[in-house]
């Protein structure tokens, strides 16, 4: 048991201590996660330039939409299901913007959000 904030926490429970943190502190750990991963930096670095990196696509303007999940998992080479995943994880923490368009789902990254997560590393560290 850890004393947190007046409270003894089990330091197994990480959920528990997610709800005394504060949030801005929650927020960096969700987006640090989500970095932490060498495929989901090669996704964030591969859509910094979408219309060099993967081919031309039918729907979906590459910039303003973003691209396919489909291109983005074709360009790793790995399963939807993991493509799915790692998509997912980089949305929930605000790092990619998922936009719904014809059943497809395109993604694009968040540049501001990008640059708060350098601005809160660079304060942070």
Not at 24 to 32: A, G, I, K
Request: with cysteine.
């Amino acid at each position: 048991m850890v004393l947190l904030q007046g409270r003894w926490i089990d330091p197994q429970r990480r959920d528990l201590y997610f709800v005394f943190m504060r949030t801005s502190e929650s927020d960096l750990l969700l987006r640090l996660k989500a970095v932490a991963s060498p495929v989901r930096l090669a996704i964030l670095g591969d859509l910094k330039a979408p219309t060099i990196n993967y081919p031309p696509q039918v729907d979906g303007d590459p910039v303003a939409d973003g691209i396919c999940a489909d291109f983005i998992r074709e360009r790793l080479g790995i399963a939807a299901a993991t493509a799915s995943r790692h998509l997912t994880l980089l949305t929930d923490a605000g790092l990619l913007i998922a936009t719904r368009k014809k059943g497809w789902t395109f993604y694009r990254r968040d540049e501001d959000a990008l640059r708060r997560l350098a601005a809160d590393l660079s304060v942070s560290l």
